[in-house]
């Protein structure tokens, strides 16, 4: 098996990563983004490697982005979309994760809407490495990994620096990344929400919580929008309409203007225009939405390089 | 010629006041005295070292027969029983089909005679099919061998369902055991609600969801007079809220589980599957708050909430996993702990865990007074062994003692005078 690079064995999230494991990341995936803009978009890093793409959610970026990762370092990369069933998940998931395990690739990258799917698998699954890319509410670090690269090319270095995280924070594992990240790497998170999209202990990070957007405003850098996932209206009573999110907790010009001239506006993906984010903002100078998607391809590169792309010990 | 003889135990029977170092021996099944023998005996077990106490009595456990017999039957459950020193189990009626009918309370206290190593008791349902709707026939089930009505796993969720239930059990003098949960407030949920399940992103159970339904209850038992018992307490605010009702002079019990005061929340940290229950294990202020409820004598009783799981439903993510874990055979050494903290007497903890629950339910066990059933549990309050759980008797693994050193160990376990657990061994 090759080597990993930088101590890591698997990347289960954000937790458990030193300043240095992330920066050696990010830093690496900076050196990626040039093949990426290439017009011949391949190097021979990962050649022999092999690895799958295990999602159980609906995914296009992410799924899409990690395969194009693979590709262009030539690694051998296979798509599987698992469906789940409501009750029985588990027992798919195990059988189908061994059973793609028994078939030898380097590295299994593994969505599933079950929290600690990673670190559950690891324990039966011994010589593969796995890469979350999404466990239910509790992390998601390439995510995290690439918003950091891109604003390693926008703002410089982000200690100090102060990200407002608008929207549902109790169902987002890119929140609770953050939430991770800016205790490891020293920048401030602000949480806007109402309470009923707030998990009950979320101030034990040492964030700020703010239920008022506006007066969360002044003094951000960055303005991280969380797409809302709409079938929270219904099912659990969250907020009464889009309408009414959309003006407590959108993010408009008005607001964006506020904040200042100097703040920059993310947004993970999917985006609902309208809902969390008026158009124009979503296609203002100030978005780097479409950055975070070009870069995340690089950051993968650099997570999978890390995995499997060390010296082989035969 | 006696039967049996135990000789030179620390005998505890918390029934009688009695503890001292002495013998007990045993003719035709029963206890035929407690002090000092001469004469002979046919068997004679030598207890020097040891405890000699009544047989345990746990009043929570599920047995999943009939209907689920693949992750525990009554025979597997009452060797893992017998094992714990444990000789009267009461059982849930959550069995499949439900124990809403006294010919599936018969066939269960049929097929435990039929194994022959404890007592089982069964604990019929309060509704029909535990739906909550319509009360079951409580008498009926009642005269077939019921000693109590719960429809644990799911609480009586309808407040005028569960208003009849108190009115109509207290007519008979039958006791009610509420599974406390307000599933509204508790829906998806795996684990307790707090920073842990804020870090894990798992979608957590609020104390409330315990509180807010003994709050309920206590109001309707207060307006019913009727006997009601809190089932697996595990809150503060639930303890508190129990001493109070107590106080005011309301016919209100609780049993406390060995896990709810020996762990924490903590446990689920690495998504541990076979740390999740209903309900869940909480923070350390409630794992006091329910030792301090056991230290002053308001949780009267200690029971396991015994729930074997095959490994299918417990591996599959912390969230998916089936709640419960197993406790017959853990119940001891946890339970000793307290005893070694300096929380319980030896005498008051073995109370709870045998002429407790057993008063409570009215049932003959739990004692060496003469004449009564010679079920024993003779154990050592120091043997250490490390658990592992492929040797459990349970045909449930579930446990998050695994590899963990236990310290108290079952030597022999008697029943109606018949050694049928000895060092290790059912016989």
């Known amino acids: 098996m090759p080597q990993p690079l930088f101590g890591l064995k698997h990347l289960f999230g954000i937790a458990g990563l030193s300043r240095d494991q992330i920066e050696s990341l990010v830093n690496m995936g900076d050196e990626f983004i040039d093949i990426n803009s290439r017009s011949v978009k391949k190097a021979p890093t990962l050649r022999g490697r092999t690895v799958i793409n295990l999602f159980f959610e609906n995914s296009t970026r992410t799924r899409t982005s990690f395969e194009i990762a693979g590709k262009r370092l030539s690694a051998d990369v296979i798509n599987i979309s698992a469906s789940t069933s409501a009750t029985k998940k588990g027992e798919t998931l195990l059988d189908t994760a061994q059973t793609l395990a028994a078939m030898q690739p380097h590295v299994l990258i593994i969505r599933h809407s079950v929290a600690g799917t990673c670190e559950f698998l690891a324990d039966y699954l011994d010589n593969t490495a796995l890469i979350n890319a999404g466990d239910g509410a509790h992390e998601h670090p390439t995510q995290i990994l690439t918003d950091l690269l891109t604003l390693k090319h926008n703002i410089g270095s982000i200690e100090g620096k102060t990200m407002t995280i608008v929207g549902d924070i109790s169902h987002s594992r890119v929140a609770r990344s953050h939430l991770i990240a800016a205790n490891i790497l020293g920048y401030k998170v602000r949480l806007v929400a109402p309470k009923t999209l707030l998990p009950s202990h979320v101030r034990n990070y040492g964030c700020e919580v703010f239920h008022d957007f506006d007066a969360a405003l002044e003094g951000t850098d960055i303005l991280y929008m969380l797409r809302v996932q709409t079938e929270r209206l219904t099912d659990n009573c969250c907020f009464p309409s889009t309408r009414e999110y959309h003006e407590a907790y959108g993010l408009n010009m008005q607001r964006l203007k506020a904040a200042g001239d100097h703040c920059m506006v993310m947004h993970p993906g999917p985006m609902n225009r309208g809902v969390e984010i008026a158009t124009n903002v979503a296609d203002s100078m100030k978005s780097l939405i479409l950055e975070q998607v070009e870069h995340g391809v690089a950051v993968r590169m650099a997570a999978l390089t890390a995995l499997c792309g060390g010296a082989t010990e035969e | ?427």
């Open chain 2, 1 to 427: 010629m006696t039967d049996v003889l135990i000789t030179n135990g620390r005998v505890i029977d918390p029934a009688n006041h009695i503890d001292e170092v002495c013998d007990v021996w045993v003719e035709d099944g029963k206890i035929a005295g407690v002090g000092k023998f001469e004469g002979e005996a046919t068997h004679t077990i030598d207890a020097t070292g040891l405890i000699v106490c009544p047989g345990l009595m746990d009043m929570h456990v599920h047995l999943r027969e009939p209907g689920e017999e693949w992750k525990e039957d009554i025979e597997s459950g009452s060797r893992a029983a017998v094992a714990g020193g444990i000789t009267s189990i009461c059982t849930m009626p959550n069995t499949e089909p439900c124990m809403d009918h006294a010919g599936i309370v018969m066939q269960v206290i049929a097929r435990a005679k039929e194994v022959g190593l404890c007592n089982l008791h069964p604990i019929g349902a309060v509704s029909r099919k535990l739906e909550g709707r319509e009360l079951s026939e409580m008498r009926e089930l009642s005269r077939a061998g019921a000693v109590a009505f719960s429809d644990d796993g799911q609480p009586i969720w309808h407040a005028g369902v569960m208003r009849k239930a108190l009115e109509y059990s207290s007519s008979f003098d039958f006791l009610i055991i509420q599974h406390a949960e307000e599933k509204q407030l508790t829906q998806g949920g795996a684990i307790n609600e707090g920073w842990i399940s804020t870090q894990l992103g798992v979608a957590g159970m609020p104390v409330e969801g315990e509180d807010c339904m003994i709050a309920r209850d206590i109001m309707l038992t207060r307006l019913t007079k009727a006997h009601y018992h809190v089932a697996h307490i595990s809150s503060k605010g639930a303890v508190e809220q129990v001493r109070a009702a107590q106080a005011e002079g309301l016919n209100v019990t609780t049993e406390a589980a060995p896990h709810h005061f020996a762990l924490t929340e903590d446990e689920v940290l690495n998504f541990n599957a076979d740390a999740k229950m209903s309900p869940p294990l909480r923070t350390e202020s409630d794992r006091l708050a329910v030792i301090e409820g056991l230290r002053d004598g308001t949780i009267s009783i200690i029971a396991t909430d015994h729930a074997p799981h095959h490994e299918d439903d417990k591996r599959c993510g912390l969230s998916c996993a089936a709640f419960g874990i197993v406790g017959l055979e853990t119940m001891l050494p946890i339970a000793l702990d307290l005893e070694r903290a300096g929380i319980l007497s030896m005498s008051d903890l073995i109370a709870k865990m045998s002429c407790n629950p057993a008063k409570l339910l009215r049932l003959p066990e739990g004692t060496l007074s003469i004449g009564s059933a010679a079920d024993i549990c003779i154990f050592d309050a120091n043997k250490q062994w490390v658990l592992d759980r492929a040797q459990l008797f349970s045909k449930g693994h579930n446990t998050p003692w695994h590899g963990r050193t236990m310290t108290g160990q079952v030597q022999y376990t008697l029943k109606h005078g018949r050694v049928v657990f000895e060092k290790g061994e059912i016989l």
